[in-house]
């Protein structure tokens, strides 16, 4: 089977051959739910490189993720053009190789990517190849949209010097993404980590045991602090006091050692949540002013953000970026609805017309990095899209981005059964109508702004 694409962007060769050269290209030009990468701080063209991926979205077992390894087999460079090909070591095909020519178009101010793909299927799933290609294409789309996206969004901070940024939770979905996509332009990434023999550039803390040496983080300009245990889970006391141990602890620790530095990190990026305004506030467009809501969730982002008071006395720059619910087929609260809607068994979670402040990853990726990159960026920001929608219409149109219906409302003892009363009364029975004004009135601009083009991105359709 041959696969054949070219696709133009209105940046010059150099732009693109540099963004294709550094870390994180490969991380930026693969969907999350497909596969991750096994050596996410390395990156390159050159011939002989080994690149391993593990196939299927990380949250499930490793053991259920076949291992798809590829080899850098050749590359050539002649001026303003450059071709290099991949081919399978070991994985899910009879063979695969993938040539990759970029270079200029017309003037020199355009480039023309052009992917040629060769494959073979095992014997006994010859027949699937029509359904191969078809997720070959819409791959090869996903990529072309993605480094279009990307390029605009490093256009736009062009003018600003290259930034060293240390990040925790660079191991998480936003993480893992945010590390890639400041390192695809130029910029260093440090990533913290709890192990105390590191590799180079990673950085050792311990935020249970309250150690950071401030020695580590000289020569960092910001820090992203990503860390925490996931709330998508039963909210048992033990189980909140690790979720509000794991952001409150490591915000305070961050907050107290840059505080104490003399010329340390110069901005603090805070993850933070609109679970701030607490669960359903019908009706109502909640602004970063607004006091904030009652609940578990409502009561914890403002313990997390109060945590880092003592950077922000101290003078360094503080942001708060208040995330909504991030679109994304490799986790977070969409992943488990595919199935189901897949299945044609899909439908809303919760009230029809209570309001879903969604973002889709890659924007939400964009805005942390917009935060880490603008000096003007203080306080809380939302981190959400920018027309929010009824649970209706977010069922009704994820249903068709996947051609299938979307009738059947979820009934609300299967959320209470799965996450306990309390944890599905603040994370799925939400009415929340979020605003993204002040995020955009600071010069962000989102590449999805509405939920159909979110999914279409996300789900490759």
């Known amino acids: 089977m041959r696969i054949e694409t070219v696709h133009r962007v209105a940046h010059p060769p150099s732009e693109v051959l540099a963004w294709y050269g550094r870390p994180g290209a490969l991380i930026r030009l693969t969907p999350p739910g497909l596969a991750s990468v096994d050596e996410p701080d390395v990156g390159g063209m050159r011939a002989g490189r080994l690149v391993g991926t593990r196939v299927g979205p990380s949250v499930l077992p490793t053991a259920l993720r076949p291992h798809w390894v590829l080899r850098h087999v050749?590359?050539?460079?002649?001026?303003?053009?450059?071709?290099?090909?991949?081919?399978?070591?070991?994985?899910?095909?009879?063979?695969?190789?993938?040539?990759?020519?970029?270079?200029?178009?017309?003037?020199?101010?355009?480039?023309?990517?052009?992917?040629?793909?060769?494959?073979?299927?095992?014997?006994?799933?010859?027949?699937?190849?029509?359904?191969?290609?078809?997720?070959?294409?819409?791959?090869?789309?996903?990529?072309?949209?993605?480094?279009h996206d990307d390029l605009a969004f490093h256009a736009r901070y062009e003018h600003l010097p290259r930034r060293t940024v240390a990040i925790t939770g660079s191991s998480g979905l936003i993480g893992t993404q945010l590390a890639a996509l400041l390192e695809t332009g130029g910029h260093t990434v440090r990533r913290m980590v709890r192990e105390e023999v590191v590799g180079p550039g990673e950085i050792s803390w311990d935020p249970s045991a309250g150690r950071l040496d401030p020695v580590d983080l000289e020569g960092v300009d910001v820090v992203v602090?990503?860390?925490?245990?996931s709330i998508a889970t039963r909210w048992s006391s033990s189980a909140k006091r690790e979720i509000r141990d794991s952001r409150v602890g490591g915000t305070a620790l961050i907050s107290r050692t840059l505080a104490r530095m003399q010329d340390g990190p110069s901005a603090l990026v805070q993850a933070s949540a609109i679970g701030a305004y607490g669960p359903r506030r019908p009706g109502e467009l909640l602004t970063e002013a607004d006091p904030g809501g009652e609940g578990f969730l409502a009561d914890l982002v403002r313990d997390w953000?109060?945590?880092?008071?003592?950077?922000?006395?101290?003078?360094?720059?503080?942001?708060?970026?208040?995330?909504?619910?991030?679109?994304?087929?490799?986790?977070?609260?969409?992943?488990?609805?595919?199935?189901?809607?897949?299945?044609?068994?899909?439908?809303?979670?919760?009230?029809?017309?209570?309001?879903?402040?969604?973002?889709?990853?890659?924007?939400?990726?964009?805005?942390?990095?917009?935060?880490?990159?603008?000096?003007?960026?203080?306080?809380?920001?939302?981190?959400?899209?920018?027309?929010?929608?009824?649970?209706?219409?977010?069922?009704?149109?994820?249903?068709?981005?996947l051609h299938r219906p979307a009738l059947l409302p979820v009934p609300p003892a299967g959320p209470r059964?799965?996450?306990?009363?309390?944890?599905?009364?603040?994370?799925?029975?939400?009415?929340?109508?979020?605003?993204?004004?002040?995020l955009e009135a600071g010069g962000f601009v989102p590449a999805h702004r509405t939920v159909e083009e979110a999914l279409r991105h996300v789900l490759r359709r």
Do not use: C
């Open 74 to 147: 050749e590359h050539d460079e002649r001026g303003d053009q450059e071709r290099f090909v991949d081919q399978q070591v070991r994985g899910p095909f009879r063979t695969w190789r993938h040539e990759h020519r970029i270079a200029a178009d017309g003037d020199g101010d355009r480039t023309a990517i052009r992917d040629v793909i060769e494959l073979e299927l095992p014997r006994h799933l010859e027949r699937l190849a029509p359904i191969a290609e078809s997720q070959m294409r819409r791959l090869l789309d996903f990529r072309r949209r993605q480094l």
């Open 305 to 401: 953000e109060g945590a880092a008071h003592a950077a922000a006395d101290a003078g360094v720059r503080t942001a708060f970026v208040r995330t909504g619910l991030a679109l994304s087929d490799g986790g977070g609260s969409l992943l488990p609805q595919l199935p189901l809607f897949l299945a044609g068994l899909g439908g809303r979670l919760t009230d029809g017309e209570a309001m879903l402040s969604w973002v889709s990853l890659d924007d939400v990726v964009r805005a942390f990095a917009h935060a880490a990159l603008t000096a003007e960026v203080v306080g809380p920001v939302n981190g959400v899209g920018p027309q929010p929608v009824s649970a209706r219409d977010f069922a009704r149109t994820l249903g068709r981005v």
């Open 225 to 229: 602090n990503l860390a925490g245990k």
């Open 417 to 438: 059964l799965v996450l306990g009363a309390e944890a599905a009364d603040e994370l799925i029975r939400t009415d929340q109508n979020v605003s993204s004004a002040r």
